[in-house]
C-alpha cells in the first residue's frame, strides 16, 4: 500500500472549499468535510507560547474535568512572556469551548504532554531563570496529574530527567511506557509506568537515546532533541533532533536496556527541513514534523512537514505564513470516529484541530 499524505489533503480540501473525496493521505479514509477549529491557548492568567499538545483517548475514563476528544495544550511562558515561566494546561472540547485543566506549581510546561487511558496526564517542565537578564535553564521534571486536574506524583532524576522537552506514550493500559526528550543533555529516557489502585508507580527508567546534538541559545533557552513518535508495529522511536536538524530512528525501543545512541537516520532533507521541533505518527503510518525555524532557516517559514518511514518527503504545509517560529507541537489521532490532527500556533497563542473526515 503507498503512503498517502494527510498534508496534501489539507491543502486539497482547502482548495476545493472543505468537500473532498479521499485522495489520501489515508486510504481507510471518507473525506466528507474537512472542518477545522482554531481556538485560544490563553487562559484567565494570561500564559502564552503553547508548546505541547495531546488528544484525550476515546477510553480515557469518564466523570473528570476532561472527557475523551478533548484537546490538551500546555503553555511555556507565562503572561511577561519570558521563556520557561508558565505554568498552565488548558482543555479545548471539540466544540472549541477553552478551560484550565492544570496548573502547575512548576514553571515551565515543555512540548512533553501526554495522556494516558487509565486517568492520567503527563507533562514536563524545563523552568528558566534570568540571572543578569540571560535566560537560563534548570533542573525539569515530569508532573503526573489526575483526570481531574490534582498533581498525583512529581517525578525528577537529575540524570534521566534532567530536562524534559517532549514525550511519546505506548499505552497498555494498566502499564505504559513513556519516552521522553532531555534537550540539555540530548538523551532520550523510558519509562514503565504501572497503575492501578487510582495510583501510578515507575516501575524502571532506562536511557535508550543519547549523543543527539544540544546548546544553550539565549534567545530561545536550548536546541536538543524535541519531537517523538513512537510505532508500536514497528516497536520504533523516532526522534526529532532540532540541533542536528535531522530525524533519527531508535530500535527496539520498548524493550532494549541501554542506548542505541542517535540511532539510525531516516530523514535529512536540508531543503524543507529547518529545525524540527514536534512530531507526530499518523493513522497511516507518515510521519509530521513541524519546523521550528531555529536552525537552517531558509525557505518558507512555519512549515510541517511530512515524510515516510522510509525517508521519502510526502509533503509541506505552511501553518502560519507569519514570524518564524508558530510552528511547535502537534498531534495526529484516530478520535471521536474520525482522523483528526491538531497542531499549536505560538504566534498566534492558538491551536487549530481538523477533523479530516470518518472512518469507513
Avoid at 529547518?274 to 510521519?287: D, S
Avoid at 504545509?317 to 484516530?334: E, K, M, N, S, T
Wanted: proline share 6%; glycine share 12%.
Amino acid at each position: 500500500m503507498t503512503h498517502k499524505s494527510l498534508l496534501r489533503i489539507l491543502v486539497t480540501a482547502a482548495l476545493l472549499g472543505g468537500a473532498a473525496r479521499a485522495q489520501g493521505p489515508f486510504s481507510r479514509l471518507l473525506l466528507n468535510s474537512l472542518p477545522a477549529r482554531t481556538t485560544s491557548t490563553t487562559p484567565a492568567n494570561g500564559d502564552l507560547n503553547p508548546y505541547g499538545v495531546a488528544f484525550v483517548p476515546d477510553d480515557f475514563p469518564l466523570g473528570g474535568s476532561i472527557a475523551p476528544g478533548d484537546v490538551l495544550v500546555s503553555n511555556f511562558n507565562a503572561s511577561s512572556n519570558l521563556e520557561g515561566t508558565g505554568t498552565t494546561i488548558v482543555s479545548i472540547s471539540p466544540a472549541g469551548q477553552q478551560t484550565l485543566f492544570a496548573t502547575s506549581p512548576l514553571i515551565g510546561l515543555s512540548t512533553a504532554l501526554g495522556v494516558l487511558s487509565r486517568g492520567f496526564v503527563i507533562v514536563g517542565n524545563l523552568p528558566v531563570a534570568y540571572p543578569d537578564g540571560v535566560s537560563t535553564p534548570g533542573q525539569g521534571s515530569l508532573q503526573i496529574f489526575n483526570r481531574n486536574g490534582n498533581l498525583v506524583v512529581t517525578l525528577n532524576d537529575p540524570q534521566l530527567l534532567d530536562s524534559p522537552w517532549d514525550l511519546a506514550i505506548n499505552d497498555q493500559g494498566p502499564k505504559a511506557q513513556v519516552f521522553v526528550s532531555n534537550v540539555l543533555s540530548g538523551t532520550v529516557t523510558r519509562l514503565n509506568l504501572a497503575m492501578g489502585n487510582g495510583g501510578i508507580m515507575v516501575v524502571s527508567k532506562t536511557r535508550i537515546g543519547s549523543g543527539f546534538g544540544h546548546q544553550l541559545i539565549p534567545a530561545i533557552v536550548a536546541v536538543g532533541p524535541t519531537g517523538l513518535a513512537y510505532d508500536p508495529l514497528r516497536d520504533t522511536l523516532y526522534v526529532a533532533s532540532t540541533a542536528d536538524n535531522e530525524i533519527f530512528a531508535i530500535p527496539e525501543a520498548a524493550e532494549r536496556t541501554g542506548s542505541a545512541g542517535t540511532g539510525s537516520l531516516v530523514f535529512a532533507n536540508s531543503t524543507v527541513l529547518h529545525g524540527p521541533l514536534g512530531l507526530t505518527l499518523t493513522p497511516e503510518g507518515t510521519l509530521i514534523t513541524a519546523n521550528g525555524d531555529g536552525v537552517n532557516v531558509g525557505g518558507t517559514q512555519n512549515d510541517l512537514v511530512e515524510f515516510t518511514e522510509q525517508g521519502n518527503l510526502v509533503a509541506t504545509y505552511q501553518l502560519d505564513p507569519g514570524a518564524p517560529g508558530a510552528a511547535f507541537g502537534v498531534v495526529a489521532a484516530i478520535s471521536q470516529g474520525a482522523v483528526r490532527f491538531a497542531a499549536v500556533d505560538d504566534d498566534q497563542n492558538s491551536v487549530t484541530v481538523w477533523t479530516l473526515g470518518s472512518l469507513l
